[in-house]
T-cell receptor, first 115, second 111 residues
Framework: EPEVTQTPSHQVTQMGQEVILRCVPI?????FYWYRQILGQKVEFLVS????????KSEIFDDQFSVERPDGSNFTLKIRSTKLEDSAMYFC?????????????FGPGTRLTVT | AQSVSQHNHHVILSEAASLELGCNYS??????LFWYVQYPGQHLQLLLK??????LVKGIKGFEAEFIKSKFSFNLRKPSVQWSDTAEYFC?????????FGTGTKLQVIP
């Protein structure tokens, strides 16, 4: 069964550094998402992306964050200058189409630790 | 705005006990509801989902959930839990694009 993959599984970085988290969505999916889960808290929506544009974003997704689909297979989340509070598990998801009839498939997550 | 509320933050059960985890949601449109499970050290996995039709949905590993529209609820049930069900369980509602998750319920099953 096709699945969403994410790399790396664990990223450690120093405060102020830039990080790029990578995701490979399911190949025929058109909508892509990032969520994060701070330790002990719930999973929170960050951003959705379709047709090379952000279609929705949360208040968490400020100017420090950006997303990109640099080629036909990868979907990346960049944090320009990491803060301690960015430490979290970041989940990528993809769906065949938008609208709530289409299930989002989640990747295994990247654990980001900012020191 | 969509929101999800899970009432139990931590549940401890003995093996073979029955489980019911509460979930209430609010969303103004057509609702899609999910239960996800996260085993220790693992990623989110879909347990079951409700899109339309029969309000009693069956998922993997013997779990089921009932959508009660009048109560805005989607409670998760399992008649007899096993030690391997120890995990965190998240109720979620899907709006047009984003999925909104509840705060999760940690289930600990004691052998």
């Amino acid at each position: 069964e096709p699945e969403v993959t994410q790399t790396p599984s664990h990223q450690v970085t120093q405060m102020g550094q830039e990080v790029i988290l990578r995701c490979v969505p399911i190949s025929n999916h058109l909508y892509f998402y990032w969520y994060r889960q701070i330790l002990g808290q719930k999973v929170e929506f960050l951003v959705s992306f379709y047709n090379n544009e952000i279609s929705e974003k949360s208040e968490i997704f400020d100017d420090q964050f950006s997303v990109e689909r640099p080629d036909g297979s990868n979907f990346t989340l960049k944090i320009r200058s990491t803060k301690l509070e960015d430490s979290a598990m970041y989940f990528c998801a993809s769906s065949l189409a938008g609208g709530n009839s289409y299930e989002q498939y989640f990747g295994p997550g990247t654990r980001l630790t900012v020191t | 705005a969509q929101s999800v509320s899970q009432h139990n933050h931590h549940v401890i059960l003995s093996e073979a006990a029955s489980l019911e985890l509460g979930c209430n949601y609010s969303y103004g449109g057509t609702v899609n509801l999910f239960w996800y499970v996260q085993y220790p050290g693992q990623h989110l996995q879909l347990l079951l989902k409700y899109f339309s039709g029969d309000p009693l949905v069956k998922g993997i590993k013997g779990f089921e959930a009932e959508f009660i529209k009048s109560k805005f609820s989607f409670n998760l049930r399992k008649p007899s839990v096993q030690w391997s069900d120890t995990a965190e369980y998240f109720c979620a509602v899907r709006g047009y694009q984003k999925v909104t998750f509840g705060t999760g319920t940690k289930l600990q099953v004691i052998p």
